[in-house]
T-cell receptor, first 112, second 118 residues
Framework: SQQGEEDPQALSIQEGENATMNCSYKTSINNLQWYRQNSGRGLVHLIL?????REKHSGRLRVTLDTSKKSSSLLITASRAADTASYFC????????????FGTGTQLKVEL | GAVVSQHPSWVICKSGTSVKIECRSLDFQATTMFWYRQFPKQSLMLMAT???????TYEQGVEKDKFLINHASLTLSTLTVTSAHPEDSSFYIC????WGAGGNQPQHFGDGTRLSIL
C-alpha cells in the first residue's frame, strides 16, 4: 500500500525552539497515530487522534488532524536535545486487522 | 503499560542460515501481531499480519516461504527468515495491539532485530 508523505524529511533546530512536522495521507482513516523512533530502536507511541477529532494535546505535543485535506501535523514545543529522533505518522484504515500505513518520517535534530 | 519484547536484538550469521526472531506481548494478549522491515533511514514496511491460531496474511511482494510466521499462542509470534542471504539484511520490527483495551488503540512495538547476513 502507498505510504503517506511527511515533510520536512529532516529538521534541525535549536533547543527551546518549536518543531512542526506535517503528514499527508491518501485514503480514509479510522485514526492517525504519531510515533517516535530513536536510532536503532523500536517505535514509541506518542499520540493517537481519531478521525472525528481535530486537535489533541499531550504534554509538549500537539497534534492536529484535517480529514478534508487528509493531513495532520505534530508540534513539539520547547524542544530538548532528547527529542532528537525520527518521527512517523501512521494511519489506521480500520479494516484488515487495523494495519498501520506509515509515512516517510521526519528526522528531527535538536541542537544545544 | 503494554510491553512487547523482541529477541534477539542483533544477529550476525552466514549466508544460508535460517534465523528465528521472537516477538512476545508481556502483559497483554495479542491475537494479532505485525511484522515490519525497515531499511536505513527509511520508513517501516509491513511484511505480514500474524494471526493467532491461523495462517499469517502476507503483504504483496513478500515471499511467504522465505519469511515463515508462526503465532502459536496469544503472546508469542515468531518470524523465521529461511536460508538468509545478504539481501535479507535489515532491521525487523514486530508490533502487537491490545485488543482487550477496546477500539482505537495504538500498536506496541518491540525494540527490533538487526539482522546482518555475511
Amino acid at each position: 500500500s502507498q505510504q503517506g508523505e511527511e515533510d520536512p524529511q529532516a529538521l534541525s533546530i535549536q533547543e527551546g525552539e518549536n518543531a512542526t512536522m506535517n503528514c499527508s495521507y491518501k485514503t480514509s482513516i479510522n485514526n492517525l497515530q504519531w510515533y517516535r523512533q530513536n536510532s536503532g530502536r523500536g517505535l514509541v507511541h506518542l499520540i493517537l487522534i481519531r478521525s472525528n477529532e481535530r486537535e489533541k494535546h499531550s504534554g509538549r505535543l500537539r497534534v492536529t488532524l484535517d480529514t478534508s485535506k487528509k493531513s495532520s501535523s505534530l508540534l513539539i514545543t520547547a524542544s530538548r536535545a532528547a527529542d532528537t529522533a525520527s518521527y512517523f505518522c501512521a494511519t489506521d484504515g480500520g479494516g484488515g486487522g487495523n494495519k498501520l500505513t506509515f509515512g516517510t518520517g521526519t528526522q528531527l535534530k535538536v541542537e544545544l | 503499560g503494554a510491553v512487547v519484547s523482541q529477541h534477539p536484538s542483533w544477529v550476525i550469521c552466514k549466508s544460508g542460515t535460517s534465523v528465528k526472531i521472537e516477538c512476545r506481548s508481556l502483559d497483554f494478549q495479542a491475537t494479532t501481531m505485525f511484522w515490519y522491515r525497515q531499511f536505513p533511514k527509511q520508513s517501516l514496511m509491513l511484511m505480514a499480519t500474524s494471526n493467532e491460531g491461523s495462517k499469517a496474511t502476507y503483504e504483496q511482494g513478500v515471499e511467504k516461504d522465505k519469511f515463515l510466521i508462526n503465532h502459536a499462542s496469544l503472546t508469542l509470534s515468531t518470524l523465521t527468515v529461511t536460508s538468509a542471504h545478504p539481501e535479507d539484511s535489515s532491521f525487523y520490527i514486530c508490533s502487537a495491539r491490545d485488543w482487550g483495551a477496546g477500539g482505537n488503540q495504538p500498536q506496541h512495538f518491540g525494540d527490533g532485530t538487526r539482522l546482518s547476513i555475511l
